[in-house]
């Protein structure tokens, strides 16, 4: 048994975010972090190796700094690291992003009792599908928004957060689950798990050690690939400061409606 995690690097957004002048983000100028609700998909599947010893496989796509990342998901508990990494992948919209890793994780192979693991939406692209685009590549049963998993042979149990409640679901491996943060709380790298990093096996996959694989053609990775093009992207204007009207009487009841009707919303 084993659990492909599915992490993405993304800007971290806590500190300060630089925009260039044309509204992209300046990725260059800010510090990065492994996407939030993938070190709680990360730390769902660590459990279940202290579990059962199944082994653990990180895998992203991204440029080759990534691989720092993927050493801080080994010094955590994973047992090895797979950087899809190459040109032709470079502009992959997230259609092309499930195919690129899709493909990636058919490589490594899923077997009849493995799960794969996903958060469930960056916090840079913010668009919550790749995970289910990956399943449906894959052809395997998919549950989103996970908030608490079992799994007693091949039979996984996941409670799934709703709006306003739960519902519990049951299906059988191989699957894919996307994970939120009320999963769990992920663990720190260990100084010992610092070392072991160095140990464990990193690989990268180019294109070349990809294309066999049909999901990959090049007219369905990379920016031509990619049947979404953003058209512009900018920082909305700020806000003005308001205005406050206090009291609840007759004459500030008047000014209120004078000025809704000034602006014709009223
Ligand atoms: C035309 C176009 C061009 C783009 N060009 C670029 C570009 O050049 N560079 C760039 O950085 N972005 C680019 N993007 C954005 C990029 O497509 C998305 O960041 C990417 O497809 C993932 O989508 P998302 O961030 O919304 O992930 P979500 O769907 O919100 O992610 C859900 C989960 O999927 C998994 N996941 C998502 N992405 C990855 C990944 N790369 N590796 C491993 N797991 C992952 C994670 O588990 C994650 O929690 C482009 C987008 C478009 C539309």
């Given amino acids: 048994m084993k659990i492909i995690v599915s992490i993405k690097q993304v800007p971290d957004t806590s500190g300060k975010v630089a925009v260039n002048p044309d509204g992209t983000l300046n990725r260059a100028s800010m510090q990065t ?9 990360l730390e769902a599947a660590l459990k279940m190796k202290d579990a059962t010893g199944c082994k653990v496989i990180v895998v992203t796509m991204g440029p080759p700094p990534a691989a720092g990342m993927l050493r801080e998901a080994l010094a955590m508990g994973a047992d090895e690291a797979i950087l899809v990494s190459a040109r032709e992948f470079g502009g992959s919209d997230t ?10 994780i058919n490589k490594v192979g899923v077997e009849a009792d493995d799960v794969v693991m996903c958060g469930r939406q960056a916090i840079d692209g913010d668009t919550a599908q790749v995970g289910p685009q990956i399943a449906e590549k894959l052809h395997l049963p998919q549950i989103t928004y996970a908030a608490d998993i079992t799994k007693e042979g091949n039979t996984v149990t996941v409670k799934r957060m709703l ?7 049951k299906t059988q491996t191989p699957c894919l689950i996307t994970c939120i943060k009320e999963l769990n709380e992920p663990r720190y790298m260990s100084v010992s798990g610092v070392f072991e ?10 294109y070349e050690a990809l294309k066999d694989d049909p999901l990959i053609d090049a007219t ?21 400061a308001g205005m406050m009207l206090e009291g609840a009487d007759k004459a500030t009841c008047e000014k209120l409606a004078g000025i809704l009707a000034a602006k014709h919303i009223i």
């Fill in 33 to 41: 972090i492994t996407n939030p609700d993938d070190m709680n998909a």
């Fill in 197 to 206: 990093a160095y140990g464990k096996p990193l690989t990268t996959y180019d």
């Fill in 220 to 240: 369905t990775i990379g920016l031509k690939g990619s049947p979404t093009n953003i058209f512009k992207s900018f920082t909305p204007p700020q806000k003005g």
């Fill in 95 to 104: 259609y092309a992003t499930s195919q690129i890793l899709a493909a990636a």
């Fill in 163 to 169: 709006e306003d409640g739960y519902m519990t679901i």
